[in-house]
């Protein structure tokens, strides 16, 4: 049969900009958020993550926001770059999951020199 | 420092054969995930292993998925009798030992299952 691929949301930002990635969750009960850079062809990429205790964390050009009244994680990128060109997945997961992570739909992230 | 590797890298099968997809966690990481992400999508969980049990299995498609750990190291998916569904890249992830808070899961380069 036809296969139909998922058309990702696609963020198209300047170099030298900042970037912000949105995601919603789906489980008020999710106590760890973690994001994923994937580039093409290659496996996911641990870039941050923040438990629930929390609702900020910064990284290298990188903070995470986590929202738990609305549900809702950004990934901002500061000064982006065009290596930074990718899709970006959020994911969650709560303790008595085993661990197992719930990902989200993936935004391509596409920079312009 | 060696990451997680996965072996073959990519796999070309003919409906109906078998398959068996191998993953080399980072050492030291008692914890082991497969995932499967199909042509432009996101991350479906199949399976987790803590040791060499896996208490999760829920994320197997159908009973033609198996997968087992030796040594609490190596994993190996198996799916019996391909599909053309089956078509994807399985990707295997590695954490240290989950206790009660979530231990980060880095991932292998996956393998690219094409099922004619």
């Known amino acids: 049969g036809e296969s139909v691929g998922l058309h990702l949301p696609t963020l198209s930002v300047q170099e030298g900009d900042n970037s912000i990635i949105n995601c919603a969750y789906s489980?008020?009960?999710?106590?760890?958020f973690i994001w994923y850079k994937q580039e093409s062809g290659k496996g996911p990429q641990f870039i941050i993550d923040?438990?629930?205790?929390?609702d900020k964390r910064q990284g290298q050009r990188v903070t995470v926001l986590l929202n738990k009244t609305v549900k809702h994680l950004s990934l901002q990128i500061a000064a982006t770059q065009p290596g930074d060109s990718a899709v970006y997945f959020c994911?969650?997961?709560?303790?008595?999951?085993?661990?197992?992570?719930?990902f989200g739909q993936g935004t391509e992230l596409s920079v312009k020199p | 420092g060696a990451g997680v590797s996965q072996s073959p890298s990519n796999k070309v099968t003919e409906k109906g054969k078998d398959v068996e997809l191998r993953c080399d966690p980072i050492?030291?990481?008692?914890?082991l995930y497969w995932y499967r992400q199909s042509l432009g999508q996101g991350l479906e969980f199949l399976i987790y292993f803590q040791g060499n049990s896996a208490p999760d299995k829920s994320g197997l498609p159908s009973d033609r998925f198996s997968a087992e750990r030796t040594g609490g190291s190596v994993s190996t998916l198996t799916i019996q009798r391909t599909q053309q569904e089956d078509s994807a890249v399985y990707l295997c992830?590695?954490?240290?030992?989950?206790?009660?808070?979530?231990?980060?899961?880095?991932f292998g380069p996956g393998t690219r299952l094409l099922v004619l």
């Open positions: 992830a590695s954490s240290l030992a989950w206790r009660l808070i979530q231990e980060t899961q880095y």
């Open positions: 050492s030291g990481h008692t914890a």
């Open positions: 923040i438990r629930s205790n929390m």
């Open positions: 489980n008020s009960a999710s106590d760890y």
């Open positions: 994911a969650e997961s709560y303790y008595n999951q085993g661990g197992k992570l719930i």
